[in-house]
């Protein structure tokens, strides 16, 4: 079970786009600019970092690129079974879930970054992390500083974000560190993000909201609030409203995923701080990032698996097959029943002999239930990544493909 995680602001970079430009999933950039109407390749591949910084730039970059990495993801047939944002990350894992037009995705990303940029300049504020300390600690440590000043991310065990009035916020650091927190580190942002500072932002975004229309996601979201799967689509304009002063409880939001199954957990998006974090929360669970084209080959490869991956490599003399991969998703949750007629190898294996059967679009790989399992490319299925029998969920993968191979 694979799980997405989006990263949010703080992860954007100058240049960030520089990898995407001739990849086919750079047409969402396309499709954002005539949204937002931004300049969207500028700020990607040009604009420094002052000016990426800036809290609505920040979070456009961001949300777009991600969703450019997710198309990409895409377009090689893996799928999310889950799926959970940190903080703006939360738009981008709704629009990867289906719960949230791209488009209104776009417009709302837009509302919030320059709504909680006017907050920020009626209420400044600033951030920083505490490290070595737990979450009561720190809790205490905002409590004794007798100011403006509160958690603002549970991040992971040791790691834990405050946030508030500068003097505040100096003076809870100050007192974690007597506490046994080992380091406090500022961060260099203008605004007390997820905190009650952020107020005056929410009658904005709240009007974006309720012209916006969510529908009920097709893989389990969950939430920053709470740490918690809300299938309701109803309640997601009142989570996002409430995030804006609420504390991101990330590392719960990682353990909720762990607690549903996932195997895998995915930073999709730029930057790699989620990955991270998810290192230090589960330790059981592989961790995995695509920022970059380059990395869509790690995830296949990571997706096999498999010793007999390796073999088949080693069996080509080094060609490089990764790009002439794809995957195919069960389309719903239930027992996996190969078709009879496919002569392809077991969970998980490559054809040695053969090449494996060939197939057109549309072509019927087996049944998850009564749900069929059609394949959207043509090629030849050369193993199955699910034994007969087994129970798999809506977006898992089932069945692997060499797309176009040579002399076919």
Known sequence: MLAFTFPGQGSQRPGMGRAWTDHPSWEVVEDATRVSGQDLTRLLLHADQAELTLTANAQLTTFVLSLVVLDAIERVGLAPTLCAGHSLGEYSALAASGALD????????????????????????????????????????????????????????????????????????????????????????????????????????????????????????????????????????????????????????????????????????????????????????????????????????????????????????????????????????????????LAAPGPGARATTGGGTKVAVGDLLGLVGRDEVRTPFAGLVVGFMAHRGERVVSGQPVAWLRVNPAGS
């Open 102 to 341: 791209f488009e209104d995705g776009v417009r709302l990303v837009v509302e919030r970054g320059e709504a909680m940029h006017e907050a920020a300049v009626e209420r400044p504020g600033t951030m920083a992390a505490i490290l070595g300390a737990d979450d009561d600690t720190v809790e205490a440590a905002c409590q004794r500083a007798e100011g403006e000043v509160w958690v603002a991310n549970y991040n992971a065990p040791g790691q834990v974000v405050v946030a508030g009035d500068a003097e505040a916020v100096d003076r809870a650091g100050t007192i974690a560190k007597e506490l046994g927190a080992r380091k406090v580190l500022p961060f260099p942002v203008a605004g007390a993000f997820h905190t009650l500072l952020m107020a005056p932002a929410r009658s904005r975004l709240r009007k974006a909201l309720a012209t916006t229309t969510f529908v009920t996601p097709e893989v389990p979201v969950v939430a920053n609030v709470d740490g918690r799967v809300h299938e309701r689509a109803d309640e997601w304009p009142g989570l996002l409203s409430a995030q804006l002063c609420s504390p991101v409880r990330w590392r719960q939001s990682l353990e909720t995923l762990a607690a549903l199954g996932a195997s895998a957990v995915v930073e999709v998006g730029p930057g790699g701080v989620l990955s991270g974090l998810a290192r230090r929360t589960l330790s059981d669970v592989r961790v995995l990032a695509v920022a970059a084209p380059d990395d869509l080959d790690h995830l296949v490869d990571q997706v096999a698996g498999t010793e007999s991956w390796h073999t088949y490599a080693a069996a080509h003399q080094g060609e490089h097959l990764y790009t002439s991969e794809r995957v195919v998703v069960s389309p719903a949750t239930g027992v996996f029943e190969p078709e009879e007629t």
